[in-house]
């Protein structure tokens, strides 16, 4: 699933470790097979339905913030034992992970290869390696961008507030940046947008390349685009026109609460938080269109099977099973997390898809289209070490403490350490 930057349903590490090494045979002789995600992956019912049909299954999900699933997995990889027998993989790490395929089954063995025709081409190529021979993990959801924004807060600085005619106001991210000036000159006690971190990552994220070539070779220093999507949000943080706020924080539910800020980046599976963060009595007042630039991706994860496993082929079953076309049609209808699937974004029934909290939008027309026009960014091993240096200047730049030259050079010197 996607990105996600968050998890909303968090278990102590404590009681990770005491789930064991992965699923075995239980008392009752069942299979006991473990799934290890973040966030919400829609999965609920879904597994219910399974051990239903399954009377020889038994899954238990362990779910936890996205940073601790990744640093107790790399620990649990890296020590032999505790990984649950399924692991979730978001696409911004994925590719540290596929540096250790080795911890990994290659789902290969088990068929996957004849699935690939599933995905669109750059989600399956994500959770590959080794020219495709190697099949790391069965994708689930897509981030496809999309531009979320508060229509009465629009209609009190002036601006339009129909999506469509929205959408015209920033074709760019350069107009995007006017709209902001528009919007804080008439309405300076709202900031546009929530963070400038958001900004800067949905830039990138319409890049192929960020801060490795696809050689995977550190790049960010001579990469123009690094240093205009830093540019574009520093300004706006410059200005005062973000919210300075740790993105999916409760400081930001509090502000979508609050109505503080006037604009977002909505990557399909953000949707569930900006509702459940701003509660009912919003309902009506968000509305989505397109995100300046065109088409790109924030998120989507992959479905993986660690080596030190006991069951693999009903780990491997289980997990192509819940990315089958079929679950994932149902999941975004349930949840809003957008299928990898072209043959699933494509169906009639999601493409005519409204969310009625988000003033009836046509997200499945919104998100498919954003889908269908998306260039992946390359992730180079490191690049879930180097991008947070970048959020992090831009949080001191929000937050007055430096200038945007200033947090832009420390910034370079601490990405290149990290990159090493």
Known sequence: MSTRLVGSVAATLAMVLVAGCGGSSGADGKIELSLG??????????????????????????????????????????????????????????????ASKDKFVNLAE???KDLKD???????????????????????????LGLCYRSDLFAAAGLPTDRAEVAKLWPTWADYAKAADTFTAKTPNVKFVDTGRNVYKAILDQTEEGY??????????????????FDTAAALGTKQQTGALEPFSQDWNVALKQ?????????????????????????????????????GNWGGSFLAIPKQGKNPKEAYELAKWLTAPEQQKR????????PSQPKVYQDAEVQATVNEYFSKAPVGQIFATSAE?????????????????FATALTRVEQGKQSAAEAWTQALKEATDAAK
């Open 37 to 98: 995600l973040f966030s919400d992956f829609g999965y609920d019912k879904l597994i219910e339905e399974y051990m239903a049909s399954h009377s020889n299954i038994k899954i238990e999900q362990r779910k936890v913030k996205m940073e601790q699933h990744n640093t107790q997995l790399a620990t649990q990889l890296a020590g032999g034992r505790g990984a649950a027998d399924i692991v979730a993989l978001e696409e911004g790490v994925v590719s540290q992970f596929r």
């Open 110 to 112: 088990y068929g996957a």
């Open 118 to 144: 599933q995905w669109a081409g750059w989600k399956w190529n994500q959770g590959t390696a080794d020219g495709g021979e190697f099949v790391l993990g069965l994708g689930t959801d897509m981030g496809s």
């Open 212 to 229: 490795f070539a696809k050689d995977d070779s550190y790049i960010a220093e001579k990469n123009d685009k690094v240093k205009t999507a």
């Open 259 to 295: 109505g503080s800020f006037a604009t977002t980046t909505c990557p399909a599976w953000a949707l569930a938080l900006i509702k459940a963060g701003a509660g009912d009595a919003a309902a009506g007042k968000w509305d989505v269109t397109t995100a300046p630039g065109g088409g």
């Open 331 to 338: 999941i975004f209808k349930e949840t809003g997390n957008l």
């Open 373 to 389: 026009s998306l260039k992946p960014t390359y992730r180079g091993t490191k690049d879930s070490k180097v991008g947070p240096v």
